[in-house]
């Protein structure tokens, strides 16, 4: 009896260990940053430049920037909040240079097929768009009025801190204050990289 009893504590003993453990290892709410390149939209501007080269700037690209937070609603469910910088521009010249720029807040819900995997969709609400030009014969200062947009992606964690995404956005459209009320559409491709912690 005495060996029983001393088998049947340490088995309680080990299972509320266990149980301790999983408890530790699951945190719904987590940190993000991310980073990444998209491609696509119209072409706002177009430049030439002395060495026979040209270069454009898009409502779609190019770098994208941004930070947030996840909460995970249980197994299969979890919601992402994200601010960003999200901008494209020329290359560098010595006597003039440009940038569209913009700030996108996201707010995204995912499905978890496993660990691995998860697909999501949501809203991108953009603000603060503005176009900046200089150079020898002209300088720009436009902005845009607010956009949203309908982002749909999938991701991949190959460990559960590194997610790797490819989206797609669609609907999002720049009216311009200033070029003659010019509505330039910004959907695009974009491929992410999220860091969590």
Known sequence: ??????????????????????????NPLRLLIGLGLTFGGDTIVTASYTDGTTDTITAGGILLFYAGAEYRLDDNISMQGTIGYHVDSLKPAENGDGSFSRMPIEVMAYYHLNDKVRLGGGLRFV????????GTTNRINDTFASATGLVIEGE????????????????????????????????????????YF
């Not at 009896?1 to 699951?26: F, H, K, L, R, W």
């Not at 311009?176 to 959907?187: P, Q, T």
């Open 156 to 195: 991949w964690l190959p460990v559960p801190k590194i997610g790797i995404k490819l989206r797609s956005v669609s609907g999002e459209k720049y009216q311009s204050n200033n070029f003659f009320g010019d509505v330039f559409k910004g959907d695009h491709i974009g491929l992410l990289a999220n860091f």
């Open 127 to 134: 603000n603060n768009a503005k176009l900046k030009l200089s």
């Open 1 to 26: 009896v005495s060996t029983m009893s001393e088998t049947s504590t340490t088995t309680a003993s080990e299972t509320s260990t266990s149980a301790n453990q999983m408890g530790a290892d699951i």
